[in-house]
């Protein structure tokens, strides 16, 4: 069942039209126009300042040479499936079935992808902290298969989104979590709903709803189930989800099994929203034309692939103005973002109370594993009994909830120290650092100047293979991102920031970074660059 009728946070319907069309005598006594100018004068300064991100646009000549490389590698792709065998399980007595695996995907991973596997899914052997140890392995038959060499390489991690440091081997959240195993084993099996609540959930759940600022808050052992089995509880057929173009999978997912009607905005574009919620209240669901159940807006609160931050001062006068739901997922933004690591309900100053739906995930910046869902206690009460993560799937094991309520207490200044507001300032400053040392390199960066996730574009496939490569050999772990997870265009390697990280180590990576921006040739970017020199922590880099 959905939420309909059953707690008052999402019951709210959209009752007909005049709800929402902007009279001269409504609620508000303005026209939409008149709304819009008036944000726009009265917008302060500050939240266009921290919702600033740059998308330079590819050069022409890059575009061109992107999609010749491309389809040059495919068309080898194919002259390499003519004339050798591959050496892969083929499907077998099959007649009148239709094949397992969809033919181009499959010429894709064997043809394409493989030229490069050798930079992705690189096995590691340690806590992925400021430095991690990296199995090495090799390939005798180009990508097709790899052995391990028996050796070990420790490298300067930027690809974990290891946002506050947490992820260590030692100190208080590693110790707190060895006495939760000895207290209570390894894990509950059993689901929330049977066997499997502890004293420790109830903590962490008390914990979390203080530390976001709402009434109640529930706790789930995956981020991706937190997600996928909570979105089919809240929604229904008749309902209406307005997505954001670059949302996860897990919601997306979530999204599918629920039954609603999706439709997909521009990515943070606001304009591309409203036309969205204007239509949906005006013309309603089709065919019937009857107002739709609920409307939701779904968002994130960092898109990883674009280090880009949800304009959410925007997005939650809209979803006031249509009377929509919102729904933020603060996987990368919870712990990151914000002077109290609240996200980017603290970063832009908002009330926690104006989004409906908090989602967030403890696997980036508290360094565990497992998601949570908070707002009001109507909506937890209705998601304890609703949510299918909570009726069939395990409960969160106890080293990992003891992992986050140790980390969170950090954060909160709870422990006693100030190693939690040290961490935010720390990764803020890396942050600001590295962006606008990479901008002056004559990179193309894409995103937000506060977003801890740095998209690089390097565009061509070859380009992204190359470039983790010739940092790995200088012992400079970062993650290549490529199409399918990119468009086409816009291969682009990616770096995670870490409070972990010192100045000194980011200041070797970006000399790596430069060597190969050179000798690859990186510096795309036909904006002006400032020549004066970058000073790591100066007042203005922390805005
Ligand atoms: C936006 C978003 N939501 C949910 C998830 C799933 O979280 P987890 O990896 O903890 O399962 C991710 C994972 O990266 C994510 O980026």
Redo the contacts with the bound molecule.
């Keep these: 069942m959905a939420l309909n009728g059953a707690a008052g946070v999402v019951n709210r319907k959209h009752n007909g039209r005049n709800d929402f069309l902007p009279t001269k005598n409504g609620k508000n006594g303005h026209t939409t126009e008149e709304c819009t100018n008036n944000k726009q004068e009265s917008a302060p300064n500050h939240i266009d300042r921290l919702s600033r991100e740059s998308f330079e646009e590819v050069p022409l000549y890059t575009a061109v040479m992107t999609y010749i490389g491309f389809y040059m590698l495919i068309f080898l792709g194919y002259i390499n499936e003519l004339f050798f065998t591959p050496k892969v399980a083929q499907e077998y007595n099959r007649e009148g079935y239709l094949p397992l695996y969809d033919n181009f995907e499959k010429f894709y991973l064997r043809y394409v992808f493989r030229r490069v596997r050798d930079c992705w899914n690189i096995p590691i052997c340690s806590v992925p902290g400021a430095e991690v140890v990296i199995k090495d392995r090799v390939t005798h038959d180009y990508g097709w298969s790899f052995e391990f060499t028996g050796t070990e390489t420790k490298c300067l991690n930027l690809a974990s ?1 290891n946002y506050l440091g947490f992820a260590e081997s030692e100190g208080p959240c590693a110790e707190s979590a060895k006495l939760a195993i000895q207290k209570y084993g390894i894990a509950h099996c059993s689901s929330r709903h049977e066997l499997g609540t502890s004293e420790q959930h109830i903590e962490l759940e008390r914990l979390t709803a203080r530390f976001l600022g709402v009434e109640d808050a529930m706790v789930f052992g ?6 996928s089995l909570n979105i089919p509880a809240l929604l229904s057929p008749g309902c209406l989800v307005l997505s954001d173009e670059k ?5 997306i997912l979530g999204l599918r099994l629920s039954g609603a009607t999706i439709k997909v905005f521009k990515h943070n574009n606001m304009a591309s929203l409203e036309r969205h919620l204007r239509d949906a209240v005006i013309f309603g669901q089709p065919r019937t034309r009857r107002p739709w159940k609920k409307i939701f807006i779904m968002v ?5 692939m674009e280090g880009s931050i949800v304009h959410l001062p925007e997005l939650i006068t809209l979803k006031k103005k249509y009377k929509a739901y919102l729904y933020l ?4 933004s919870i712990g990151a973002m914000g002077n109290r690591g609240r996200g980017v309900v603290d970063y832009f100053s908002c009330d926690p109370r104006d989004v409906d739906i908090m ?6 910046s508290f360094g565990s ?3 949570y869902i908070a707002g009001s206690k109507r909506l937890i009460d209705f998601l304890r009994v609703h949510s299918h993560a909570a009726c069939y799937a395990s409960s969160m094991s106890p080293p990992v909830a003891q992992q986050i309520i140790t980390s969170m207490r950090i954060i909160m200044g709870e422990d006693g120290s100030s190693d939690g507001v040290r961490r935010i300032a720390q990764l803020a400053r890396n942050t600001r650092y590295v962006r606008r040392r990479l901008n002056q390199m004559g990179l193309i960066v894409y995103g937000n100047d506060n977003s801890p996730v740095v998209p690089v574009l390097v565009y061509m496939f070859s380009k992204i293979g190359a470039v983790v490569r010739t940092v790995k050999k200088k012992k400079l772990a970062i993650v290549g991102v490529g199409f399918p997870a990119t468009p086409l265009m816009e291969g682009r390697i990616r770096i995670c920031l870490s409070a972990a990280h010192t100045k000194e180590q980011l200041d070797k990576a970006l000399l790596f970074l430069e060597e190969v921006a050179d000798s690859l040739g990186l510096r795309y970017s036909q904006r002006p660059r400032s020549p004066l020199p970058i000073i790591y922590g100066s007042e203005d880099e922390i805005e």
């Design positions: 989104y995956m981020g991706f189930a937190t997600n949302n996860h999978a897990s919601l994130e609160g960092i898109f990883s997922d603060e996987a990368h989602m967030g995930t403890f696997t980036k594993a497992g998601g």
